[in-house]
């Protein structure tokens, strides 16, 4: 079998409310490269609503399937973050997080309510944005002169690849993702480059 040369994330962030006997969950799902965006999002989120009782969530980042996290934030083990990423996984996305932000009404709803109000409000939040494809990149870090920088970019550019990091010193560091399918020609390119250091990261 062909190793994947894609992952599916979501588009843009977007929000979704359910309510059930007076409790209010709101949902915020995001496309998110790293844990530290995540920990931005989740702060902002418990600035935003400081009332709220519970700030429950689901990530899940990278395509080895070993980076996720789950919270239920004080809910009943298991009613809240795993049914969440549940909902992640049904839809085989990665680099995504969703945050429900809960109200609480009043009326105990047990542990098959709860269940079901934060899987319903995720998969509401998630249906509310497009599913996007996007290439699975390999790191490398290219290393040249300054007066270089237009050749290297032009090539970079056609090759598709995203800049992940840029340093300037006495010359130029680069790090560049480089789309998987299209590794083998940018590998080809890039060492035909003579003046350009080429390190996987």
Known sequence: ????????????????????????????????????????????????????????????????????????????SGSAGKPMLGQIDSKKLTNVAVIVVRYFGGTLLGVPGLIQAYKTVTVMALQLTPVIQKPIEVLYELQFDYTRMNEVMTLVKQLDCSIAGQQEQLFVLLTIGIPKARLEEALYRLKDMHYVALRKV
Not at 7 to 31: C, H, N, V, W
């Open 1 to 76: 079998m062909a190793e994947a040369a894609f992952f599916q994330t979501i588009a843009q962030m977007t929000t979704a409310e359910y309510k059930d006997k007076g409790s209010r969950f709101l949902a915020f799902a995001f496309p998110i490269a790293t844990v530290d965006d995540f920990k931005e999002k989740l702060q902002w989120l418990k600035k935003e609503h400081p009332k709220a009782v519970h700030h429950c969530f689901a990530y899940r980042i990278g395509l080895d399937g070993n980076n996720f996290r789950v919270s239920d934030d004080g809910e009943p």
